[in-house]
């Protein structure tokens, strides 16, 4: 599983960061993917390296029939911290403790990661996402926020940064 301090070191301070040109660009989805899967946008502001494993997943869930599994589209990249960390977050910046401050900030802040089907799966919610469409995202080179100690059923971020 990525980090926030992974994301970071490679591509720097999101708040302060605005060549986001360098690792973030706006994603035409293939016209197949929204015609057979249509909660999902037909643009998507996410990190370069999101296409391919998004690609795969979406095109998992077409193969698989599971195109009904995603009922809404929540968002990708929100610069923000982790929720319930804000305030952590805003002690170590107000401290000049960036790196420090970086573990609070939320994957999406770097376009890494996306949240689908939030209102069933609320954070420290039990999740309700279909176990087969959570598969199709980790056969991708997603993790799942849903089997997480504080389960965040909606989200899933890269595994890996290349």
Request: net charge positive.
């Amino acid at each position: 599983m990525i980090t926030s301090v992974q994301c970071y070191k490679k591509w720097g301070d999101p708040l302060t960061t605005f060549d986001e040109g360098s690792y973030m660009t706006l994603w035409r989805v293939p016209e197949y993917v929204w015609k057979h899967i249509p909660t999902i946008p037909r643009r998507i502001y996410c990190n370069e390296q999101m296409i391919i494993p998004l690609e795969v997943a979406f095109l998992d869930v077409i193969n698989q029939g599971l195109t009904d599994k995603i009922v809404t589209w929540d968002g990708c990249f929100q610069v923000r911290p982790i929720r319930g960390y804000a305030h952590i977050f805003k002690r170590f910046m107000n401290r000049g403790q960036f790196e420090a401050a970086m573990r609070y900030l939320s994957i999406h802040s770097w376009g890494c990661a996306i949240d689908i089907n939030q209102a069933t799966n609320g954070l420290g919610k039990v999740p309700t996402m279909s176990k087969d469409l959570v598969k199709c995202f980790k056969d991708a080179g997603f993790d799942w926020g849903g089997e997480w100690k504080r389960p965040d059923g909606m989200h899933f971020q890269l595994t890996y940064l290349t």
